[in-house]
């Protein structure tokens, strides 16, 4: 016999272990509207200050992600893939991660988020595209990965709603930073796509969610070991978010980073090696490379040969966007009106930056939103962003600024000198992977 919402509750607030029955039931009646609001969220707090058992933890995550369809993909020949990031600044990995391991004989069924918090989403990226559909039915979606190997997305209503419903409630009664919830949301989502194997990007530092490293590692450790225990191989990557991940911030100007990567133009730099080191562990994981060195010299020749741009384009086209979109990017992705370059006061050497200070500064000129309704401008942000160790001075610019208005120019080139530290000596360089969990 199943225990009642209440009793669910309490046995939580005073620090009980559930059962997977027990924690199933509360997670279907949380869907279907049987478990109230108010008890939803007295379980989220108890379960914030009580915390939850691996196995609590993997039957949260395994209810959530049947709360809604789990898809399957019959007939597919290669490992179905994916990635997940917690999130950064000029992070567009996903734009040449799905196409190069669809190159490389995988399918990537790819669900991405908009912009939370300081940071961008994939998804408001591809938005700069004219014509991509983030949102096709499902029968066009597997199309596309079938057809592409690849698709990014964004999220179905019929997928996870469990999780829709809970992080709605949980984000207005300051339950959201629970290790235990945080799980179980990221993962219910990205387990219901069917995987057989995720890789996770947990980044830490100044412009990521987790600042300290301690809280990165744990997060690393809960999603792997909580992923791995529901069913799914899963491996991460420890990455260091202490400066953008590539030299632009803002939706349109990443897209052009990210058309530099898939057509050869960029082959070195922070964002190329993290999305060659990402590649590489899922295709040792999934056996498509005989160890990491093989699987990176495999994602590099899905780069070089172009084969990994062939299937970004297959990917845009069947999802609306036009064909040639990376021939010719430059003639769909409007400049800003507005662009200048920022000096700063003194010369010397870059040696931090204050990276979620440039998120926010996007938001600022319109690249980002203050309420979730706010309509995005693609076109704005900064490009020519200086990284630590780079040597700056009254004549080197530590970005360019692009703006809808003067105005806004100068009011982001103000906060983006604020972000910046500069010192008289090069400072140490920071290793980008800081640590590996999992197989
Ligand atoms: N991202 C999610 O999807 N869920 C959380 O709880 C936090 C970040």
Redesign the pocket.
Known sequence: MTLLPQEVIRRKRDGGELDADAIRAFVEGLTSGTVKNEQVSAFAMAVFFRGMSLDERVALTLAMRDSGRVMTWKGFDGPIIDKHSTGGIGDTVSLMLAPALAACGCYVPMIS?RG?GHTGGTLDKLDSIPGYRTNPDNALFQRTVREAGCAIIGQTDDLAPA?RKF?AI?DVTGT?ESLD??TA??LS?KLAAGLDALVLDVKCGTGA?MATRADAQSLAESLVTVANGAGTRTTALLTDMNEPLADAAGNALEVNVAVDILTGRLTTGRLYDITLALGATLLFMTGQAASEADGHARMVDSLDSGQAAERFSRMVRALGGPADFLENSTAYLNPAPVSRDVMPEERGFVQAIDTRAIGIAVIELGGGRRAVTDPIDPSVGFSNLAGIGDNVGPDVEIATVHAASADAAERAAERIRGAYRIGPDAPDQTALILDRIGA
């Open positions: 988020g939370l999780d992080y949980r959201v919830l945080i949301s990221i989502k969610f």
